[in-house]
């Protein structure tokens, strides 16, 4: 038995009682699953768009667009408050203590700023195609933090991903053509491109550092604690982002950002709120995803959506898509292909080994 289908299978077996997901009919089970995959793609590439039209339309400051992907947490916390467990269940000899929680999430928090101010810089500097194409390379980052972080053993497909994911990053960054918004320079192409790439690596350790957390510190991965951890790390990451935008000297230029806004005051103030809901819509669909089937499978959809922004991007921004892109693009569906494809092997095989087991408590 792999670790992948032992973490399955223990899964299983913990969450039976306690998950209502569970109990669901397959098609039930899998409409919960189309709709957080609807979530997570359309929360992703709205933000992003939403992104660079803050950029495009006079908009500069990188601290309040690192500030407004976690400024909407507060939407979270209604689904929290419903599905919280009772006093009695969260208080048992297992849980950790407050300290330890309040140290992991600040950690975890300031890893979510840092993430969070590297795709804003990156995505000022480049154009929304350009930028998703990179962000693809999570996976093949996803990769090597599982492997060291999380035992996942490294098989050929995988490595086959990691391996074209890599080239299509590095088609971008050779490519003389490569565009970023009107008016950036070359260096500034190659910042955005080299922060964009730290970003992807970031947010893949935040995710195998996350779930060694639940693994060895929560011990438990419910919906409600899922949500827990995902709101108090927004919280931190708001914090150090607000402290950011006044240590920076940020905040003065956003009435000035108010008043030359391309498409006026109002519309000013709705992108930014617009880009935090998308941000949260997104987060709903990865905490769902993560909770109904895998925090791999979360992340694997997530680079699925990174390829639907640049043709988004193509309609409502008119960027540019060379030869070069395409076959980048094409490199990232076939990187992303092959990832997936472990992931179904994975859960076959755990699928049959967890019928097993049942066969055997139930003759048992």
């Not at 009919?25 to 997570?40: C, M, S, T």
């Amino acid at each position: 038995m792999t670790d992948n289908q032992e973490s399955i299978v223990n899964k299983a077996e913990n969450l039976m009682d306690e998950s209502p997901f569970l109990k669901l009919k397959r098609w039930q089970w899998w409409l919960l699953v189309a709709i957080n995959i609807f979530f997570l793609i359309a929360g992703q590439a709205a933000a992003v768009l939403l992104g660079r039209f803050y950029y495009d339309k006079g908009g500069n400051s990188k601290w309040m667009a690192t500030l407004v992907q976690t400024a909407g947490f507060p939407v979270l916390c209604i689904p929290w408050f419903l599905l919280r467990p009772s006093r009695e269940a969260s208080t048992s000899s297992t849980s950790p203590s407050i300290k330890t929680l309040a140290l992991l999430y600040f950690v975890l928090g300031v890893l979510l700023a840092g993430d969070n101010m590297l795709y804003s810089v990156g995505l000022l500097y480049l154009s929304a195609s350009t930028y998703s194409l990179i962000c693809a390379t999570q996976l093949a980052f996803n990769a090597v933090f599982s492997y060291f972080l999380n035992s996942q053993k490294v098989t050929a497909l995988i490595l086959n991903s990691v391996v074209i994911l890599s080239l299509s990053a590095a088609l971008i960054a050779v490519n003389d053509d490569s565009d970023g918004p009107s008016g950036v320079p070359k260096g500034k192409f190659l910042i955005g491109f080299l922060c964009t790439l730290g970003a992807s690596a970031l947010y893949s350790l935040l995710l195998s550092v996350m779930q060694l957390s639940f693994q060895k510190v929560l011990k438990k991965e419910t919906f409600s604690v899922v949500l827990e951890m995902q709101i108090c790390t927004s919280v931190v990451a708001s914090c150090l982002s607000s402290t950011g935008l006044f240590a920076s000297g940020e905040w003065k230029s956003l009435q000035h950002e108010l008043e030359v806004f391309g498409t006026g005051r109002v519309s000013y103030v709705l992108t930014l709120v617009w880009t935090a809901i998308t941000w949260q819509v997104c987060a709903v669909g990865v905490v769902g995803l993560i909770f109904v089937v895998s925090s791999l499978f979360s992340n694997v959809i997530s680079t699925l959506s990174l390829a639907v922004t640049p043709l988004a991007a193509l309609v409502v921004f008119h960027d540019k898509m060379n030869g070069v892109k395409v076959i980048a693009m094409l490199l990232a569906l076939c990187g992303f292909a092959s990832y997936i494809y472990q992931n179904y092997i994975d859960d076959k095989k755990a699928r049959r080994l967890q019928t097993h087991v049942r066969e055997i408590q139930h003759t048992a």
